[in-house]
Structures are given as C-alpha cells and as structure tokens.
C-alpha cells in the first residue's frame, strides 16, 4: 500500500516536473529600447535616421569637445579651466596632447569628435543601405532627398575626421559591418579628406537641377529652405572649406589644390542670390545646440585670446605678463565690430582664472556676438539661458574668404578677392577697403584678419585649422589630434600622441 | 493570477496538498504521551528544547522549568523503536531510543553544552538537512544567540565578524542603508555586483534586505562560494545568504508568549576630521580679517578672529555645530503560541533613527511578520511565512556629494542661520556672501529645510510551504514564494526656492516609481535510504521564477502655480518622463546526492541545470556542478586531545546572471531620436565561478574549536561591457561579453572557544579571520577606468595580470631618484637632482629655488616610459579579522564585538574636495616653523588638482573598532517573584548598548569603513554620511 502510494507520488511529482518543464519559453522581449530590426523598420524611421545623422554631425563638430580645446590652441580663445581640455591645451610652453583613456576632458576632446563623427557616419550608412534597399518604394523624390543628406552627412562626418585627426577609417554603406580592423585598417587624413570630398561630390551631383526640399526640422537653417540647391551649395562651401583646411602646414597649404577651392566657393553659400549662412536656429538646448557658442561667447568660461584683441588693436600686448587687468582703450580700436561683437569685462577680484595657472590665460574682453547663444542677457543668466538663437556653423563670409584666398593663391581676379574681403572687413567692419594694389600679400593677411574677427566662434575648430595652415600655432601645438587612444586600445594598436614644446616631453607636431 | 505559469504551478501544488489531505489515518486506541525533564550541565532546567520524534514529525519544547511534554496518536503507535531527540542551541543534541507503545513514557535529557554547534542542523546546499559535522561544504550558521544581544538594523550588520570569508562593510552611516556584504571577494569588474544572494525562508528575495527586520532572524546559514552554493546555480557565485525567521514551533505547548523589547537610544559622532582653524587672508591689528587681501607670505596661518573681536566671521566648527544628537527608539513585539502541531509567531516592529543632520527626520521603518505552521496529518503539515514592511525616508539630498557634504565645506566664519548678517530675513539664507565663502556651493541648511524628500518602500514577502513524508525515507515539499515591492521616490522645491546666488528659481518635481514582482515555485523530493551504515540521501528539484519590474520617472522644473506639488502645475515644456519594462523568468532542475558512510566518510554531489531568459538565446541552457567530501578523521582514529578532526575538500561551479539589458543589440531613445547604443550578443552566458577550498574543522582540548579554510576560485567568463570601435561596429558604442576572468585566493580561520566555564562566571570568544587576493588574470577588452565614488573620478584601472583594487592616479616624488626615471630628464644625475631639488616637511621633493614660496609644488613622477598616471595605492587588506566576546557574571552578560582590518588603502577624496575649500586641517600652517611652511596654492591647487586622484591622498586603511558593546542584566525566575512580577512576567531583561563605539587607526577621515557603490573593492572616502556612534538603553519583557 505505501508503495503504491509513494508510486503515485513520484509519478505525480514526475508529471509536475515534466508539465513545468515543458511550459517555459525563455525568450522575452526587451520592450523597453529598440533594436536596429525595429528601429528602422519603416520609412519615417529612416527619414528619422538621415535626420539624426546630420543634427549628429553638427554636435560633432559644434560641441563644446573639441571646438574649445581647438580654439584656445589656435589662440583665437583662452580659458584656463581644466574643463573640455581647455588648461592643458593653452599651456606655455605647449604640452603634448595626453593621449590616454583615463577619462575627464582631455580625454573627451579627441574621443568626443571622434565617435560623434563616426556615429552620424553609421547612421548616415545605415540610412543609404536601407534607401538603397528600397525603403521608400517608388518614391524616388524621398529617396532621393533622404539619400543626398545622408551622403552629406558622410562627406562631412568623414571630412571632420581628416581635418581634426591625422588618420581616420573610410567607412561608407558598402563596408560589411561589424568589421575587424585586419580588414580596414586606418588610413592617413589625405586619404579620408579624398573620400570625404568625393561624398561631397556626389552631394553636389544629386542636387544638382533638383527641386525637391526637405523638411525644415531635419536640418533648421535659419533664413533659406533645405531645398536640393541649398543643400548642394552647402555641399559646395564644405568641399572648399575641407579642400582649404585640410594642410597642416604653409607647404601643404601651397600645394593644395585651390583651383578646387575656386570652383567649389564660387558655388557655394555666399555665391549666387540669396547668399546665405549655413547656420541653425536652436531649439532651447533640445536637438539643435551650439555649445561652443554657448560657451565661447560667455565670459566667465572663456575670453578673446590677446592675440586677437592685439591684431584689432595693436597697442594692446599679445599676451598678458602678469594678472593686473588692462585697461579697455576703446579708441585704439578702429574696426567697428569691436563695439558689436566684443565686451571689454575688466576681471577684477571675483576672477575665473586663477594667476596661478598662467598669466597667458589672462584677458578682459569677451566675445559676445552671440550672446543670445549664451542665455542673451549677460553672464548671471547663463544657466537658464534660452538657447534659441541663431547658431551659424559656416557664414557666407567664410566662403567668402575661401572665394578670395583661392583667388589670390591661383593668381586670380585679385579685384574680386578685395571685393569678397570687403564684404564684412567694410561693410561691418568699416576699415579701409582692401583693395587689388594690396597685392597678394596684403590681400592674404586682410583675409587671416577676417577669420579671426569676423569668424570668431562659429564653426568648431576653424581658426585652429587656419592657423596651422599658416604655420601660426605656437611652438610645438599639436596640428592634428592621434587617433584617441581608446580606439587604439580596442584596435590593439600602439597609443602615439603630438605636440609639445620644451622643456616638456616634445612628440612631433604632426 | 497575473502569470498564467507561476499560478499553474501554485494549483498544482494546491492539488499536490488536497492528494496528501485524502490520506490521514483514523484514531483508534490509546495514545503515546512521552514527557519529561530537560537539564543543562549544572542540572538547570533548560528551556526552549525542541523534543521531537523527527521521523513522525512530531516534538514539544520544554518550558521555563526544562518540562516537555507531547503524544503520538494511537494510530502510529506500532510499538516500533523511535528515536527522541533533544536540541538547543549552544548545546550538543541528545538522542535516547525509546519503544512506543501506548501510554506514558518518560524520557529525560542533560544536555551539554556545544560551543561549535556540531549537531546543530543545517539545510542549505545539502541533500537533506545534515548536522554541521556531517557537513562537506563550507557552510556557516548564524544563530539567535549570537546576534540576540545587540539587535541590528540590517541583516548584514548582523553578520559582521561573526564569519570567516564574509566582509562586510558599512559605507555610509545614512540612516537605513544596507551595509555591504561580500564573501570572499569579487565575481565581477563591475561596481557592486558581488553581492550574495539573498534567501529568506526559502524564497530568494529579489529586492534586497533593507526592508527586512533583523529581529525576525533567528538564524542564517551562509554559503560560500561556488563549491558550496551550487545548489542556486547561476545566482551561487556570490555566495548565498539563508535567512530563517521566528516561528512559533519551539513555544511551550498551549501558553500564549508576549515578547516587548523598546529600545532608546542617543546619536553622535565619535571622530571628527581635522579642521583648518587659519585663514590666507590678512588679519588685522584689530584681529578681524581683511578678506580682499591675501596674505603676502601666502602662508595659510592667520588665526581667525575671536567671537569678541568679530561676532560675525569668528572660527565654527560647522560640523559639531550643525551635526546633531538625536533619539533612535526601535520597538519590537512578538506574540507567538503553539498548540500540539499548530504554532504562529507575529511580530511587528517600529525603528526611527533620525541620523545626525539636522532638520531632516531621518528612516522609518515598520515590519509586520506573520508566520503559521500547521500540523494536517503526522504525515503532512504545511508553513507560512508573511512580513509586510514599509520604510519612509527624508534623507535624498544628504549622502554623497549633497547636503553633509556642503556642510563639511561650509565656510567657518560664517553663522549659517543667518550668513549675511542678523538682518538678513531668509532663515539659513541659501546665498552665502561671496568674499567670504571661497567657492560658495550655498547654504546646506537652507537645502536641508526646503528641499522635501520623500522616499516610500513597501515590501510583501510571503513563503508558502507544504510538506508531506508519505514514507520515512520519502519526503517532498512544494514552496510557493512572491516578493513584492514598490518604492516612490519624489523631490519637491517649491516655486521661489533660493539657489546659491540668491536668485528665486521656478522650482522642481520629481516622481519615480518602482514597482517589482517576483514569483517562484519549488517542488522538491527528498529520498532517504541506507545499506547498512552507509546512508544516502538524493534530492531533486524543480525551480520556477519570473519577476516583473516596471519603473516610471519623471520630472519638471517649471512651476507656473506657486505652492502647488503636482506634476499638472508645471510647465509642459519642462516635463521629461521616462519608463522601463523589465521581465525575467528562468527555469532550474537540481539532482544533489549526499553519502554518509558510519558518519565518517561523506560526499555529496550535485548536478544544477539553470535557463534562464537572461542569458543569449545561443547560450541559454548552462550546467553547473559540485563534488564534495570529507572524512571525519577522529571517528577512526583518536588523535590525543582532539574531539572532532575533519579534513574536507570540495570543487564546484555557480554563476552569476548578466543583467535584463546586457545581452539585446540596444538603441538609445533620447528626444524623440533612436542611437545605437549596444550590440546584441546571443551568446551571452551566465558567468561561471569555479572553486576548489580545503578545509580543517577541529575540536581539541574540549575547548577549542577551530575552522581553516583555504580556497581559490576563478571566475570564468565575468561580464564586462566591452568597448566596441565605433567605426568598425557601424556606429555601436559597446557589447557585453564574458570576457574576463577573475581568480582570487582565501584562506580563512574561525576559532571559538569557552574560555572559562564557571557556574557564576564564563568567558567565551569567537575569532574570524581572513586574507583574500584578488587578481585580473585575463581581459578581453582594453584596459579601462573604472568609476567610483567621489564624483566619479576613475581612479580604479583595470588591467590584464594585475590585482583587482589598485588605485591609479599622479604619484609625487618623495625621492630624488624617482626624477631620474623620467625621460623628459634625460641625462640628469642623481648629484643634479639634489642640487635642484629639496624636500619639504611632507617628505616631498620641491624645487629648491620655490621651497617656501607661493610656486612651491610637488613634483609628479614619471615613469621610464612616460607614464604619468602610475599605481599609488591598494585597498586590499592584509587581513580583516571580527572578534566577539560574552561574559556571563551570575545575571550579567557582557557582550563586545570588535573588528577591523590591517592594510589596505584609501582613497580620501573628502579631504581633496576640503582642500579646495581650505578646510581641512591639513592645509593649516600656523603650528609649523617658519621654515617649513608650504603655500597656500600647493594644496589649493596642486593636491587638490580638481579632485585628479594623486598620491597625497592615498592613506592606510588599517582599523580596529568597538563595533558593538552590550551590558544587560536577565532577571532570575525568583528574583521576579521576590519583586512581585514572577506570576506574570515569564522574562525580564535590561540592556545598555553600545554601536561604533570607538575606533583606533591612523586615517584622518571620518571613518576607515570607507566604500563606494556597494563594494568592498572601492575604498574611496567620497563625503559619505559619516557612521555615527549610537548609545542606547533596552528592555525586554517576557509574558
């Protein structure tokens, strides 16, 4: 009997089991992100994604990582806090930059603008895949829109690379991905800035005669439509920016090809009627941020670097000696923009920077052209400033410039490069005309004026890239960044870094 | 039923429960009634053994005077041979064989005592429940008696120096933290995820402890490591943690027993951090200070003015001003009662411990228990277990780099009530005047008084159990288990809240949600059989849990109505929410044989096969097993002096469970935009930890009980976030993968003895000791950084082929060869670097030309290859070690725990952030020589280095502390009566306790017992709330 019923039991247990075993699906979904089969899954996602893309790009290359760091080495700002690698990166004599992974701001300002441009790179990859897959079925007009933002993004998160680092990986929507490095291996800037402009190129091909336009959101310029011609002039300005920027030095500078940077700024932004600048309207710190406006233009951050302020007015010294402010001089100043762009704010007892890291940090002006960026109403307000100003990433005055110096370096129309330099160093600036008699010379140093006063903070990096094509870095500032060592160490290559001036380590500066 | 598996499995049980109800017997003829008297070794009546007849399940408990009584029913009175067994803790068990047959029988016990508790029983990790010298794994009991005189406030505290391998740690004194609890080291890279598991009444709790009562806790049985916790499979590795609570099956049969216990106590610190008592700035003849000018020499030594020269801006010390005294009171009834094979015990307890920051009212927290064990048949009896806890807390804004932390920087010179003179309307007004408050992060006060934190737990944990013994070597259970918690978390500024530049901000408010349901079932059979001496045991399970968690947050900071809290009075605008889904269900099969040969050969084995929806679909099926053995050496030999000598050896595997989001491919969703965010890895598999440990377990001398236990383990396939080149992967940032391995060495001793054994006098101590090494033996992923505490600086580098706990950051130089490693200092030779530099009083090497002036810093070391960020530290200790003494002097017993460790650094990111402030005492000149003063600027800038890790701030961790201190006096049976109470008290107890009474060691911080996101392998002091000294008064009465 108590072995029939001990039977009994075990074979109800055993049947338990066996039900319970049977009964368990394991596989649950994770509702709660999504993955690339459901994220780009319909048009809209894709529209999204193309979308996505550009505004990534823009945090790439506006963002406070590295346009400030950058800035304060081209000496165009200074600030002396540790914060977005600004210290470190304006030290005197110049330190090599300190590539390693150990976290904080010097890390961020090389592995900021490198993931943000290799983001917006897969995104703009995964959106040509899928247009080119057919996701927009017969509607050619979407995909042809969506496809020729996505290959902007791709010129432009490619050029950033080439500009900013001295090698990059050339990744576009035929790359299988994931991908092992033994595979695709890292190339030098020449080579990424040449695939960078060939996207560029194929922007400029697929706008071209095109009356399609995409929705404003997807990329809020201020004052034009993203129509296929504005994008395609867009297209333009940043090949002759990428063209102009990318040497490192006055010998690659002479040997660019500004034939190239002729053609493409004649068809750029500031070219045919209406010029416009390629800049953002901020939608209050959401999507559309400019954080090296936001910062660049608020004064307990950051300052106009004495060597701006003493080209505007030369009675002032290049660099501060010892931490008594200076007093303003205001009529040492004939450029008109010196009143509307610039704030004399003495430092005085509550001061930022402290002495102790460097009288050469020191400076009382600010820039303030666009204060709105920075909250709008001083420097007390900054943090609930509304950031809904105007951002521009490239003014038509940059193109401009890039017009005239391609002028001046092909032995062109030296009329039209005054003409062009007049644009803002007259028409804002009220200085004297530049003018043909000037000769190349003149003409060349008006137009380095020019970017450092009229193109003062407002695309990342841009003074950086034109000092150092002039050779006007100080001693031993770094001309490109490496490659940030946490790519390094996922590639299992060896971390090498430049820059510095002795009595520090000295690396090459290039 | 929310889940249509769990609730089949509890019908099933039910059903399992109605088959075995079919089945009682029928009463026919005359009962057995065994009674009798149980006596302690000086033939005291002992009281609370438990008598019983384990293979009927039937027994008593004897009372107040050691008398126990129970009967048999007649139907299973076969005149067959039992055994009756007699057991108590702290006592040897006593069997007596006994022929049952109708009537009475009486059947007496003397016990005797049994400090190392070989007989006592243990049920977790093993076949069947074996006693503790019959054990092969490690396995630590925990009983009543060692955690009853000192009542705690979690459940890790309770375990502190009590047990060999289980370091815990309390990281932060905030008012109803859980303290940190790790065994033997770590299974993981990660922060805070080494800790064991949790398992209460037999269901594994899900939400932590820190809602759970420790008074409820009659016993903790603790393994491990994975050669002992392989029975849980993938959630063994950290160990495993069994909580048994009160129950009623040991009350004398048929009396109601009411238990009071109320105790009061005071608040407060025990060791302050040196404070800096002298400004920078001049300091007049008049003796008030000249805060615009900077003294010339630089030299922060100017005393600040007295309260008679200036009753604005003389010297406070903030913290013993603002820091406070306060009352905890913490409650606890019971009210248990046991009739024949019916037994409840319910309790409910009251804990307030308002901490030591003012203004606030600190944790709160109250437990309802209710537990039930019903005797259906002599074959079948079924248990509850219910606790329902609630927690309130005010305290969001304190620890970390919050409100203490600001008042820890809060200027000295200023009077925070009112920091801008009496005239000043704003109580504790937010905006400090700048000149004086260097760096002014505002008034703590101000934020403490109108930032209103609400913090709401609940918890319902419920275990339901049947069990039924159709035979003597069958028997099968079936536990249904649910762990429910919610837990609102909301922060309140009103509209016009004052930020610290005295500016009116449109306010704030926030509401969080979290709400987690878990569900398991167990069935299990046990088989009992035996050839002769050899005895086997066979258990098999099946193990069912799903747990359901969903989290909402949300957020705005624009109040367009004033005075209103509600989330429909802020600007849309502002609003941000967020939500998340976190479902998990895991299956699990168990096969564990245990052999017993004549009690002197054992092994046992066990087979655990665990799926579970976290891991990769490629990888969701995963084995893990255990062999273990031991021989109980003295059972066939005798060794002169030696009781019990036991060699044992055990090798197994448990792991760990990746966590719900690790192994899906991720995009992040932030404004309306997807990113990639994670790649998907299907072949994510539980990480796996493989140990092997040696143990001895001695008894000598009649007096000694000794432990050592040496074990190592290597943890295969630990998890780690692994950074992926964006480039390469198409633009994922990260992958989880099983791509380390982490091995660590343990040996660990417990000795416990009765000293001395007198009937008006004994001394008994226990001594746990242990040394773990911890290593990173492989990496599949670059080195990283790992963040901890402070405010997150990575001063922890993980790197292939080196300890885990090494502590990075800028090394200062302290010798003048370490210049020459430098290679920016090519071709310098000893004899140049002594003639540049020098050293400074610190014992670091300045440059000659500015010793004494304000350019004075210390020099950074660089190694041969140019690394600047060098090893500056190690928090792992030598040893840690927890001892605990009882004395007993006629009615009084003397209970000290004192524990601590020896080696091991810390990282005192307290004292960095107060250098920026000036406000440690370090920084103070005025008791030095003139010729050893150091500038200001060198520790403002240079040490404090915006809080960049570096070796000034590295400290020896060594400790010991006065963890608990316990006087009580238990009144005696007649000396109630003599005061007229005997006829209706049944116990009365006083009690003078003492908690973090005194700590000896050279850190200068706050306290050594420093740690950071929940792990021991984060020594980092980052302005925690300080562990505070507690004094207190008890009394419990009996009814």
Redesign the interface.
Known sequence: MRLIQAGTLLAAAGAILTLAACSQDLTIPNTNAPSTKVANSTPDDIKALAATSIQTWHDANNEVNPSLALSVMADALTGSFNNFGMNLSSSEPRLAYPNNTTGGDYTSMAQDPWYNNYTALGEANDAIRAIDGGIFGDDTVTAQSYKALSMLTQGLAMGNIALIFDQGFIVDESTPVPVDYSTLPLVKYPVVAAAALAKLDAVIAATQGKHWSLPTEVLPLSTVDLTAENLGRIASTMAARLVAYTPRNGTENAAADWAKVLTYAENGISAANPAFDFAIIEDGGNLWWDGYKAYGNYGPWLRVSMRVMHEMNPALPSEYTSCASIDEDAAGFHDARYATDFTYKPLGKKIPFSCARGAWHFSDWEHSRYGLNAGGAGDVTWYSGTFTGVAPVVLAAENDLLWAEALVRTGGDLSLAATLINNTRVTRGHLTPATAVDGAAGLLADIQYEQDVELLTTGGGLQWYNRRRIDGLQTGTPRHLPVPAKELEIDKLPIYTFGGAAPNPVYPDQ | MRNP?AG??VA?AAS?LA?ALT?PSLAQAQDAVIKGTVTGPQGEPVEGAQISIQTMLIGSASNAKGQYSFSVSASDVKGQTVNVVARRLGFAAVTKQLALSAGEHTVDFAMKQDVRRLDEIVVTGVAGATEMKNTTISISKVNEDQIKEVPAQDIGTLLTGKVAGVEVLSETGLPGASATVQIRGSTVLQIGNSSPTYIIDGVVSKNGISTIDPSDIVSMEVLKGAASATTYGSQGANGVIAVTTRRGQNLEDGKVQFTVRSEFGKTDIEHYPPLNHSTVYVVGTDGKIDY?NVDPDNFMDNPFPTPQQDPDHYWRNQLKTWLQSNSVTNNYITLGYRKGNTNFMGSFSRLADPGIMPILSGFKRQNFRFNLDQGITDKLDVSASMMYGSTSSDQGQVDGADDFFGLLQAPPDLDLAHPNGPADTVLYDNFLP?DIANNSRGNPLYDLLHTNNNNQTERIFGAFTAR?R??TW?A?DATYGTDRYNNLDNTYQFSGYLNS?G?SQPGSLTYGTDRDRANNAA?N?TFSYGLQALKATTK?S?L?DDEHEDVVNTNGNQFKLRHIQALNAIDPTTFTANS????????Q?LVNQGLNYNDRYLLQGTYVHD???LFG?AA?NNDFYQVSGAWRVTQDFHIPGFQELKLRAANGTAGLRPA??DQ??????A???????T??NVDLQPAIQHETEFGIDASFLNRFDLDVVHSQRRTNNAFLQV???????????SQWRNAATITGKTWEMALTTRVIENPGFSYSFSLTGEQTRQHIDRLDA????Q?AGGQG??IF?YKQGEDLGII?GTKWITDFRQLLDN??NAGMTLADAQSLYTKNVEGYVVLKADKGT?NEQPIAYVDPS?NN?VVIGNVNPDFTFGWANTIKVRSFTVYALVSGTQGGQIYDFTKQWMFQDRRAGAVDQSGRKPEDKIAY?YYE?VLYN?L?PNSYFVEDGSFVKLRELSVNYQFSDALLHQIGLGNFVRSLKLAVIGRNLKTWTKYSGFDPEAGSGGDANFRIDGFRYPAFRTISGQIEIGF
């Open positions: 598996r089949r499995l099933l399992f088959f089945a615009g700048p039924y159709p035979t069958l099968l530049d500016v069935i059979g098999v099946y069912y998340a889904i976190f479902n998990t269900r895991s299956v099969y799926a579970s929806s679909t969701r719900f989001a899906y491919e991720t995009y992040g969703v404004n309306g935009q997807f990113s990639k965010n790649l998907g950074p992926l080149s964006v480039a390469l992967s198409g633009g994922f940032q670059p080195p990283f950084q963040n600086q990575g580098y990075y290679p920016a304000a140019g960020k600027k800038n915006v960049n």
